[in-house]
């Protein structure tokens, strides 16, 4: 049985447009906190959705991102069209980054976005094809011991 879904938004996210990097996370955050959610949880999404969407920022041309909220998880798909991830497991690993000398001036490229969103979730996977674009799905889970 399906279960009722209590919020649904996407979002588009453009590449290089760093002056809204954040407004997704941010539309997101609020929609949680209207809902009720427990404060650990709005976190720990929050963290994940802000370090996906400055990855496309910072890396993609755009992406659509997915959000669903059901009694039970907070599901979100980033996927995007950009360059690709040629090394996945390369990009997983903590303080590994292609990071330009613009985006570590702005703050960015420490390395840490995809490991911060695996580690914020409960559920992570990625999808990457060089030269085409990055899709990653992950997510929480809202009920105890899920």
């Given at each position: 049985?399906?279960?009722?879904?209590?919020?649904?938004?996407?979002?588009?996210?453009?590449?290089?447009?760093f002056e809204h990097g954040g407004n997704a996370a941010a539309a997101v955050k609020a929609a949680?906190?209207?809902l009720g959610l427990d404060t650990a949880i709005i976190r720990r999404l929050s963290i994940a959705n802000f370090e996906a969407e400055m990855n496309v920022i910072m890396y993609?041309?755009?992406?659509?991102?997915?959000?669903?909220?059901t009694p039970s998880a907070i599901s979100v798909?980033?996927?995007?069209?950009?360059?690709?991830?040629?090394?996945?497991?390369?990009?997983?690993?903590?303080?590994?980054s292609t990071a330009t000398a613009e985006m570590r001036a702005r703050g960015f490229g420490a390395g840490m976005g995809l490991p911060n969103?695996?580690?914020?979730?409960?559920?992570?996977?990625?999808?990457s094809v060089p030269g085409q674009g990055t899709t990653l799905r992950y997510g929480v889970s809202l009920k105890p011991g899920q």
């Amino acid at each position: 049985m399906d279960e009722p879904v209590l919020y649904r938004e996407s979002f588009t996210i453009t590449g290089d447009d760093f002056e809204h990097g954040g407004n997704a996370a941010a539309a997101v955050k609020a929609a949680m906190k209207d809902l009720g959610l427990d404060t650990a949880i709005i976190r720990r999404l929050s963290i994940a959705n802000f370090e996906a969407e400055m990855n496309v920022i910072m890396y993609a041309e755009q992406a659509r991102m997915d959000l669903v909220i059901t009694p039970s998880a907070i599901s979100v798909v980033v996927a995007d069209r950009g360059p690709g991830i040629a090394d996945v497991a390369l990009a997983m690993q903590e303080g590994y980054s292609t990071a330009t000398a613009e985006m570590r001036a702005r703050g960015f490229g420490a390395g840490m976005g995809l490991p911060n969103i695996r580690r914020s979730t409960d559920s992570f996977a990625i999808d990457s094809v060089p030269g085409q674009g990055t899709t990653l799905r992950y997510g929480v889970s809202l009920k105890p011991g899920q």
